[in-house]
């Protein structure tokens, strides 16, 4: 085990990330609590989310709108217990940030006093100065554009983003926004394939994509979704276990075995 971090592979830094443009795939998934960092950190992502998704996913809130800062700092401070050897990123959430560029930095300098590597915020151009204000102070920030859940009301729901021309020279002005600002890399939601190409080729921060194609220059999940754990798994995500039936039939177990009287066996008690 190395002294900095608990898997034993070198620590992934913010310059590995921005270095790794053009020479390897980058992979991002989320992750909530303790037992899941060191599970994900075990298998070797480059990034760990420590994403406002959680809302939704482990909350069984409707939206991520809910999410507060103190959530954050919670799940992003159990994430960072298990020393992850991945870069350890936390969303910010709706409006820890909106309101003003020093509401940013503070609420930024917030979740890296939780122990977050970096931030990632939702939005383009019309963040940017958040962006490069949280550049200034220190801390690496990851954006975020195409699908923004936080701006589902203005979005008109969870649509696919940059069907037109005019919405992909959007999406290209808002990545270039996001990389002058001096962030790291951008995540690129739910957008269609060609213009998440269109974006990758232009901006030389690497493009991290979820549901947006293979053109990127990684990729992001959600953690429950990879494993089968969620009540919703969106179409672009892909299923590579079946934890939520693994509990169902362990827990079913456990209940028969204790209505028969055969849990605890004499050796759990004596
Ligand atoms: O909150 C989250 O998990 C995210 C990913 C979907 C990129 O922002």
Redesign the pocket.
């Known amino acids: 085990m190395s002294g900095e971090c608990a898997s034993g592979r070198a620590k992934v830094r913010a310059r590995d990330i921005v270095g790794a443009k053009g020479s390897r795939r980058l992979v991002?998934v989320?992750a909530y609590d303790y037992p899941s960092a060191l599970a994900v950190d075990r298998a070797g992502v480059d990034m760990i989310?420590v994403?406002?998704?959680?809302g939704m996913?482990v909350l069984g809130l409707d939206s991520?709108l809910q999410v507060t800062l103190e959530d954050m700092v919670r799940h992003t401070s159990a994430v960072a217990r298990a020393r992850p050897c991945a870069l350890l990123v936390a969303?910010m959430p709706f409006m820890s940030y909106e309101p003003s560029v020093s509401r940013a930095v503070e609420s930024a300098g917030v979740l890296v006093r939780a122990g977050a590597e970096a931030v990632?915020l939702?939005g383009g151009s019309e963040y940017a100065d958040r962006i490069r204000a949280i550049v200034n102070a220190g801390i690496p920030v990851v954006g975020?554009i195409g699908l923004t859940?936080q701006r589902m009301h203005r979005l008109s729901g969870y649509r696919r983003q940059g069907k037109t021309e005019e919405e992909v020279k959007r999406l290209l002005e808002d990545a270039r926004s996001v990389e002058e600002a001096g962030a790291i890399a951008l995540?690129i939601?739910y957008t269609k394939a060609d213009a998440a190409k269109r974006i990758t080729e232009e901006v030389g921060i690497p493009t991290?994509c979820?549901g947006s194609g293979p053109h990127c220059d990684g990729q992001?999940?959600?953690l429950h979704d990879i494993i089968g754990f969620s009540t919703f798994t969106p179409p672009f995500a892909k299923r590579y276990a079946d934890v939520f039936n693994v509990i169902v039939e362990a827990v079913s177990r456990f209940t028969s075995e204790v209505r028969r009287g055969v849990f605890p066996e004499p050796h759990h008690y004596k």
């Open positions: 991002m989320t989310l994403g406002d998704s959680l996913v991520t969303d990632k939702e975020h859940p995540v939601e991290i979820i992001v999940l959600v």
